[in-house]
């Protein structure tokens, strides 16, 4: 029986077939297929078979990027001039396509360097988008794009969409958002980090946020548990000093979902307050903060007297949470959105990466 929520789901053997079939029909126009699942069904390794039985096919991961990241490397890929910033808008470029390329945009569900972002819906709606709109007529162009939801997307953008069954089983058993013992409370802790990537002085901090205080040496006594193993990936940063992130990003969403919103907003702040306030010296908080600090400025709790629901409220608080560091950690201050990458697409507010629509 399908794991899926989705009625029509296929295995992915089936969904790889019926996408090959659907790239080599004939036909006389550009078309485009949303590639829908959950986390571990399967969706970016089928794309990836895609790409070795079309080895010329345009492969973009979006994992971790920006929009306009996205949009350059679409271009590379195509072997089309871009500028660098991007003040020719991306609709320009996509009007340059020739030969009927097959174009792939894997994981954008995964877009963006912070947690609480919007890159997801920029990348689709100002990359796949601008691909199926602004193509030149006649152009038989093939688009695969893997999503969360195929459905959805077809429901919005038309084209066809295949789901695939099965996917994301997260680890032995999921703590209980009751269950107050130490691991599972420093697992919900890591899962309000906004960077994928944590030092472990930063995990202390967001344990504490959470109201479970634990020091590093608890935290490295909890990494030498066999329980650990199965969720935690253990790296490095460039100076040597130890990291932690989730060895599926699909347990962070998860165990973010668990958490109730006004909860999660409180610890938010409380984060914001701990890293204002942390030593600049040490070189795993600056790290840190430097490229997190806005997303968690993103999901703290609105300040008294604003709507909760107007975007200019939020982002009128992200300023202000930001305000007071500027001199402490520029890169949070100056690049918030998008932790330093270039110049947004035109008309793009540099908060629009990352407040929640």
């Given amino acids: 029986m399908s794991t899926s929520p989705y009625p029509d789901a296929v295995t992915a053997d089936l969904a790889l ?53 996205v949009a350059r490397d679409v271009a590379a890929a195509l072997d089309i001039r871009a500028t660098d910033s991007f003040k020719g808008n991306f609709a320009t470029v996509v009007g340059q396509i020739t030969d009927d390329p097959v174009v792939i945009l894997a994981n954008t569900q995964w877009a963006g360097r912070l947690r609480t972002t919007r890159e997801p819906e920029r990348v689709l709606g100002q990359v796949a988008h601008a691909l199926i709109e602004h193509h030149r007529r006649g152009l038989r162009m093939r688009l695969l794009v893997e999503v969360d939801d195929g459905p959805g997307r077809v429901a919005e953008w038309h084209g066809r969409q295949l789901t695939l069954e099965g996917g994301f089983e997260p680890g032995p058993a999921l703590p209980s958002p009751a269950d107050e013992a130490p691991w599972p409370s420093a697992l919900r802790a890591l899962g309000l980090a906004e960077h994928r990537f944590v030092p472990l002085s930063i995990w202390s901090v967001l344990c504490s946020a959470l109201g479970r205080d634990m020091s590093e040496v608890q935290l490295e006594s909890l990494l030498d548990d066999t329980a650990a193993t199965e969720w935690i990936h ?67 709790r609105p300040v008294r007297g604003t709507s909760r629901g107007h975007r200019g409220s939020r982002q009128g608080r992200i300023r202000n949470a930001l305000r007071g560091v500027r001199g402490r950690f520029p890169w949070a201050a100056h690049c918030p959105g998008h932790g330093g990458s270039p110049t947004p697409l035109p008309g793009t507010p540099w908060w629009a990466a990352f407040v929640p629509g």
């Fill in 17 to 69: 077939n019926r996408a090959l079939r659907w790239i080599d029909r004939p036909r006389d126009h550009s078309a485009w297929m949303w590639i829908g699942g959950r986390a571990g069904s399967g969706r970016t390794a089928l794309l990836r078979e895609v790409v070795v039985r079309h080895p010329a096919a345009a492969y973009v991961d979006c994992a971790g990027r920006s929009a306009e990241e």
């Fill in 234 to 300: 253990r790296t490095e940063d460039g100076t040597g000093a130890p990291q932690v992130s989730f060895k599926q990003e699909a347990a962070a969403r998860h165990l973010r979902g668990q958490m109730p919103a006004d909860e999660a907003e409180r610890c938010h702040a409380r984060i914001v307050t701990a890293l204002s306030a942390a030593d600049t010296s040490d070189d795993a908080t600056r790290w840190y903060a430097e490229r997190a600090l806005a997303g968690h400025a993103a999901g703290s």
